[in-house]
């Protein structure tokens, strides 16, 4: 099985080419930073810089609402390949291809970020009045609630 999901950052706003002919299909590509979970030691922080290419509407997708340092959640696989480029040298190539892709975070999040990722995975940014995050990586729950929660 060929599966990779990855949540981070868009390095830069996603460079979209469009297809010749009759029917034009998008072409998105970005760099998702992924930051690394483990660092060895160091107290700096490290990330993996991912190749992702999203095709037709999920490249159009990515054209319109994606920017430099929006973080994002992706689904697909990875894709290998390689090329000899003008000077003879054989060139080898990772990628995501792009199945899924949403915002991982709020706009007003993205905009207010200071490297703190206090917002979970998935949602479409409509959820401004969520509580904020306690500095743990989890949401404080506010009291009263326990009552409305689907589980005990």
Do not use: H, W
Request: with cysteine; net charge negative; charged share 25%.
């Amino acid at each position: 099985m060929n599966k990779v999901v990855l949540m981070g950052r868009l390095t830069r706003d996603p460079e979209v080419r469009y297809t010749q002919g009759e029917n034009q299909m998008a072409i998105a590509r970005y760099t998702l930073a992924v930051d690394r979970r483990y660092n060895r030691g160091n107290d700096e922080n490290t990330a993996d810089f991912i190749p992702c290419v999203a095709f037709g509407k999920a490249g159009e997708f990515a054209e319109k609402y994606f920017r430099k340092g929006t973080k994002i959640a992706v689904s697909g696989r990875i894709q290998t390949g390689s090329y000899t480029n003008k000077d003879g040298v054989k060139v080898y190539t990772t990628e995501v291809i792009v199945d899924d892709q949403e915002f991982a975070e709020s706009k007003s999040n993205s905009s207010n970020s200071d490297g703190n990722y206090g917002s979970g995975f998935g949602g479409s940014g409509s959820q401004s009045a969520a509580p904020m995050s306690a500095g743990d990586g989890f949401m404080n729950i506010p009291d009263g609630i326990d009552e409305e929660l689907p589980f005990n």
